[in-house]
């Protein structure tokens, strides 16, 4: 079993930056694929970053604001959101799961529970 906490969301005005975290525990051993997403009132939920060959793959609305990043000792995935739009307001959740080599994909069988941001113009 896998258990996903995220934090560090909160109110920010348009051009702030946050940062969330998301703690992993549990089996480990299967969380070699590791994503964001995010998403808004009446929307479908969408990637931020999603792994694409063990590099993180981007979506192009936030493409040269946010950067993912993961420190194994700790167990946590990190996501620094810089140059925030209101369009960016959500909840955002991590996800983790096993990688399949054939055919190649992940599958992201584990979610937190998400962490609010809010974007105000």
């Known amino acids: 079993q896998v258990q996903l906490v995220e934090s560090g969301g909160g109110s920010v005005q348009s051009g702030g930056s946050l940062k969330l975290s998301c703690a992993i525990s549990?089996?480990?051993?299967?969380?070699?694929?590791m994503g964001w997403f995010r998403q808004a009132p009446g929307k479908e939920r969408e990637g931020v970053v999603t792994d694409s060959g063990g590099s993180p793959s981007y979506a192009e609305s936030v493409k040269g604001r946010f950067t993912s990043s993961r420190d194994n000792a700790k167990n946590t995935l990190y996501l620094q959101m810089n140059s925030l739009k209101p369009g960016d307001t959500a909840m955002y959740y991590c996800a983790a799961g096993p990688r399949i080599w054939f055919p190649p994909e992940c599958q992201y069988n584990y979610w937190g529970q998400g962490t609010q941001v809010t974007v105000s113009s």
């Open positions: 549990g089996d480990t051993y299967s969380t070699s694929c």
